[in-house]
């Protein structure tokens, strides 16, 4: 049986995504641009979520836009950190490494904050964060901020020592709420934009508490592309909650819309961002 390696995964993925758009972009003399996402969940459930607003983005640009992913969180950062997208999605701590890189600006975040769920089964005889107690409990990678924020909340209440949960790393939001969902933990820490598409789909899951909130996921963009190129990104995702087919895109992604960002917002979690420079150990996403 033929096996796709999985660090050509995202590059098939992209070439499967741009199938429909091929004779655009050989009749568009444009230069096609590449938008790179943080790998929170796996490649194909990343570009299915995302092709709507690929597709919306690439008619207000009218250039052709390929999205791309990479295996884990160090990768994603070592690409960014070389300029390797013109556009990026990535959490907020993240958004701060490429703004000290000089590569990008951070023009905008989601209208919604960021929190970490704490998420049990529906069945699930927990009802409160002190049941936790030394139970496994899955989290996305060590390095994602949703992990931090999660952790952290669980540290306030008590769990600490004797009583620490144990912590099982799982390779995504996604998988963290599935394993959760299969037995393997009886908790799932994940971000409340996962559990809102969680639940959307019917899953069997309930939210026994929330972190406090943070600046949302930020969008990147390279501070080297046209300036009109780079005005139009921004005003179109802006805008798109205030527009019919930007609307129908926002709908089917469950999101209610991206906003600009206010001066230095993502300072906010530069803590988490030395958290994460502080680990001696980076966890595969």
Do not use: W
Not at 22 to 35: G, P, V, Y
Not at 176 to 187: E, F, K, Q, R
Not at 194 to 209: D, N, V
């Amino acid at each position: 049986m033929f096996k796709i390696k999985p660090r050509h995964q995202s590059l098939i993925f992209c070439f499967v995504l741009l199938l429909p758009f091929r004779c655009l972009a050989a009749q568009d003399s444009k230069h096609s641009l590449t938008f790179g996402f943080l790998p929170s969940r796996s490649a194909i459930s990343l570009f299915k979520h995302y092709a709507p607003l690929r597709s919306y983005l690439m008619q207000q640009l009218n250039t052709p836009l390929v999205l791309e992913t990479t295996v884990d969180y160090p990768t994603f950062l070592a690409d960014t950190k070389k300029r390797k997208y013109d556009f990026a999605l990535t959490a907020p701590h993240f958004a701060l490494l490429a703004i000290d890189s000089g590569h990008y600006e951070a023009p905008v975040t989601y209208i919604r904050s960021l929190m970490a769920d704490i998420l049990v089964r529906d069945s699930s005889r927990v009802q409160d964060i002190q049941q936790l107690a030394g139970k496994r409990i899955s989290i996305p990678p060590q390095s994602a901020i949703i992990s931090m924020l999660g952790r952290h909340y669980l540290q306030q209440q008590g769990l600490t020592g004797a009583n620490s949960p144990n912590y099982v790393v799982s390779p995504s939001h996604n998988a963290s709420i599935h394993a959760m969902l299969a037995g393997d933990t009886t908790a799932a820490i994940a971000s409340t934009n996962i559990t809102r598409q969680f639940l959307k789909k019917g899953a069997a899951i309930r939210r026994l508490a929330h972190t406090k909130a943070i600046p949302g996921m930020a969008f990147l963009v390279a501070r080297d592309l046209p300036k009109q190129i780079r005005v139009s990104f921004t005003r179109a995702l802006i805008q798109m909650h205030r527009t019919h087919a930007g609307k129908a895109a926002l709908d089917k992604m469950g999101y209610p819309g991206y906003r600009k960002t206010r001066v230095n917002e993502f300072e906010a979690v530069r803590p988490y961002l030395n958290m994460y420079n502080g680990s001696s150990k980076l966890n595969r996403d």
